[in-house]
């Protein structure tokens, strides 16, 4: 026993080893990990409970005290960048409604017939695909809805990333800031009842690909900044970051830019095992924006992501909300 104790508390270390890493470098192999810092706490516990019941030692002990604390560490993490109270009581409609989804590059065409079906009923104001080649024969369907797009031809040579709207665009543009990929970060500015809102649609290398995943978010942040400097207004972001908000170079992208998250963030992948997933598909808000409610599509429609739907408050600053 004291052997096979050995063997399953050598596991458990060198998993908190690896999560442990972003608390003594900044180097990019860590950020592979953040992402599943609270799963993966989870699992070095019971790893080292198991070795401590094969063998009660104080290493065992120890090991199980560590992944408890960076497993606590992780859940306090994720409430760092989080809306405050008070909020505007629930009664309240929305002003704004976004859709944000990653399809899935190579989806089937029925499928995208069922994911164009979709959007059209969604009753959202504003949609944000990423991956959106399956939508390629139903683009003038969809436009019938959504009249005003980026993407698929609009702006673009390629069908990847698309931003559509019900509302025509007091500006647009469409970057890129992967040097993989082209075209995977779109904006522009929509008015809604005289206030004009942003709106950034992003798609993100996943972050184990060297420091592209942060070189990324820093070319995102200065394109926001640029283009808040020419269409002043609040922002919506939303899109598949291939990370959660604990993976250290996001949480320093939404301190910089005072980007907000949900009380809950709803898990979007794996799509087979949503209850113990992660949330990497995000929509974030700044300024007067406040999150009414943020929920995970019902249905992913053959796509390795779960969509997420928002509805939206614009605050009004001259009014005292009461406290939730």
């Given at each position: 026993?004291?052997n096979?104790?050995?063997?399953?508390?050598?596991c458990?270390?060198?998993?908190?080893?690896?999560?442990?890493?972003?608390?003594v470098s900044?180097h990019?192999?860590?950020?592979?990990f953040?992402?599943?810092?609270i799963?993966g706490?989870?699992?070095?516990?019971?790893?080292?409970?198991?070795?401590?019941?094969?063998?009660?030692?104080?290493?065992a002990?120890?090991?199980?005290?560590?992944?408890?604390?960076?497993?606590?560490h992780?859940?306090?993490?994720?409430?760092?960048?989080?809306?405050?109270?008070?909020?505007p009581?629930?009664?309240?409609?929305?002003?704004?409604?976004?859709v944000?989804?990653?399809?899935l590059g190579d989806?089937s065409f029925?499928?995208?017939?069922?994911?164009?079906?979709?959007m059209?009923a969604?009753?959202?104001?504003v949609?944000?695909?990423?991956?959106?080649?399956?939508l390629?024969?139903h683009?003038?369907r969809?436009?019938?809805a959504?009249?005003?797009?980026?993407g698929c031809?609009?702006g673009?040579i390629?069908?990847?990333?698309?931003?559509?709207?019900?509302?025509?665009?007091?500006a647009?543009?469409?970057?890129?800031?992967?040097?993989?990929y082209?075209d995977?970060l779109?904006?522009a500015?929509?008015?809604f009842?005289g206030r004009r809102?942003?709106?950034?649609n992003v798609h993100l290398?996943?972050?184990?690909f060297?420091?592209i995943?942060?070189?990324?978010?820093?070319?995102?942040?200065?394109?926001m900044?640029?283009f808040?400097?020419?269409?002043?207004?609040?922002?919506?972001?939303?899109?598949?970051?291939?990370?959660?908000?604990?993976?250290?170079?996001?949480?320093?992208?939404?301190?910089?830019?005072?980007?907000?998250?949900?009380?809950?963030?709803p898990?979007?992948?794996?799509?087979d095992?949503?209850a113990?997933?992660?949330?990497?598909?995000?929509?974030?808000?700044?300024?007067?924006?406040?999150?009414k409610?943020?929920?995970r599509?019902?249905e992913n429609?053959?796509?390795?992501h779960?969509?997420l739907?928002a509805e939206i408050w614009?605050?009004?600053?001259?009014?005292?909300?009461?406290?939730?």
């Open positions: 026993m004291k096979l104790s050995i063997i399953v508390g050598t458990a270390f060198l998993l908190i080893l690896a999560l442990a890493g972003r608390y900044a990019w192999i860590f950020y592979t953040g992402s599943l810092q799963q706490a989870a699992i070095a516990a019971g790893l080292s409970a198991l070795a401590w019941l094969l063998h009660r030692n104080a290493v002990s120890l090991l199980v005290i560590a992944s408890l604390g960076i497993g606590g992780g859940y306090v993490m994720l409430g760092d960048h989080r809306q405050p109270p008070p909020m009581p629930q009664s309240w409609p929305a002003d704004i409604r976004v944000s989804f990653n399809v989806n029925d499928n995208g017939g069922r994911i164009a079906d979709a059209i969604s009753g959202a104001d949609i944000m695909i990423q991956e959106s080649a399956p390629g024969p683009i003038d969809i436009g019938q959504y009249p005003y797009r980026l031809g609009a673009t390629t069908c990847d990333q698309s931003l559509w709207s019900k509302r025509p665009f007091l647009g543009e469409v970057k890129t800031a992967s040097p993989l082209r995977r779109m904006l500015a929509i008015d009842g809102v942003n709106f950034a290398t996943k972050p184990y060297d420091n995943h942060a070189v990324e978010l820093k070319r995102v942040r200065e394109a900044e640029t808040a400097g020419r269409n002043e207004g609040p922002f919506v972001l939303a899109g598949d970051f291939n990370a959660s908000i604990l993976t250290p170079d996001v949480r320093r992208f939404l301190t910089e830019t005072k980007l907000m998250t949900a009380r809950r963030e898990e979007t992948w794996p799509v095992a949503p113990i997933g992660m949330a990497i598909d995000h929509i974030l808000l700044a300024g007067p924006l406040r999150f409610s943020l929920s599509l019902p429609h053959g796509s390795n779960f969509g739907a614009y605050e009004d600053p001259t009014i005292t909300y009461p406290p939730r």
